[in-house]
């Protein structure tokens, strides 16, 4: 087997922080010896995360059993999930931006058994539906837990308290118009409907300005999906929480907005 070596576009802080809670996990938890010390194992995690690299991929460049790599990578990824905000402890930096922008995204997965309620019929696709909420400048700010695909974006961002949160702040937010009668400091661009008049010019100026300002909030989506991993998640459905929650962590440590 031929093998070479690859580089992962992070940090060494990122790096450390999660060695850093590997190697305190294995203090509370005493254990004794591990196949990989906490930074092999948080960099086995890290290429995991964001180039995408399969459990056999790893094992044979760590010089592990598959089954070896999967439990560490899961390990890591608890650990990391852990330590994610809540919308509560989000908001405390939400109420504080001029102010945000609120989408949803879909991560595909593979089929599972009941593939139902994980299959969208706008995206023709199986997917988790993720709500996401960017600052101004288009920063990745918090995401939401998982829901299946077949969920709304509105009935998404109600299930999570999103819009009642951002309401009670009193954050002024923008989105799109999936979110139309959200109500509250959400704010969606006007709809064309049928047998009704069409847009006025000042309509379309507004929906101009509107779409302008929500393009930024793409710079948090595709900020989230720098992360190899969820270009297509071949894992149970219940998983794509962690893993989104853990991508959400290490994105803060690299951006140097979360403790080392």
């Known amino acids: 087997m031929l093998s070479y070596p690859a580089t992962i ?3 060494s802080r990122t790096l450390n922080h999660l060695a850093e809670r590997i190697r305190g996990h294995r203090k509370q938890r005493r254990s004794r010896w591990r196949r990989l010390e906490p930074g092999r194992q948080a960099l086995l995690a890290l290429a995991h995360l964001r180039n995408g690299d399969t459990y056999t991929r790893l094992a044979a460049g760590f010089q592990i059993g598959v ?3 999967w439990r560490y990578v899961q390990e890591a990824i608890t650990l990391l999930a852990t330590a994610a905000d809540d919308l509560a402890a989000a908001m405390q930096r939400i109420r504080r931006l001029a102010y945000a922008i609120l989408d949803g995204t879909l991560i595909p997965i593979d089929r599972v058994a009941d593939q139902k309620p994980y299959y969208s019929g706008k995206h023709k696709h199986h997917g988790v539906n993720v709500q996401v909420i960017a600052d101004a400048t288009g920063r990745l ?5 998982a829901l299946p695909d077949s969920v709304h974006d509105l009935t998404a961002a109600r299930t999570h308290g999103i819009i009642d949160a ?3 702040a009193e ?5 799109d118009k999936g979110y139309q009668g959200a109500r509250g400091s959400v704010q969606t661009p006007f709809k064309r409907r049928r047998f009704r008049p069409k847009l006025s010019r000042r309509q379309k100026a507004v ?4 779409a302008k300002i929500r393009a930024r ?16 998640l071949r894992c149970y459905p219940r998983r794509a929480t962690p893993i989104v929650q853990a991508i959400l962590v290490l994105h803060h440590v690299e951006a140097n907005r979360y403790p080392a």
């Open 9 to 11: 576009p992070l940090s």
């Open 67 to 69: 089954a070896t790599a």
């Open 141 to 145: 700010v918090w995401a939401s837990p």
């Open 166 to 168: 951002l309401t009670s």
């Open 171 to 175: 954050v002024m937010t923008f989105a």
């Open 207 to 210: 929906n101009r300005a509107h």
């Open 217 to 232: 909030g793409e710079r948090a989506i595709a900020t989230l999906k720098t992360c190899k991993i969820v270009t297509k």
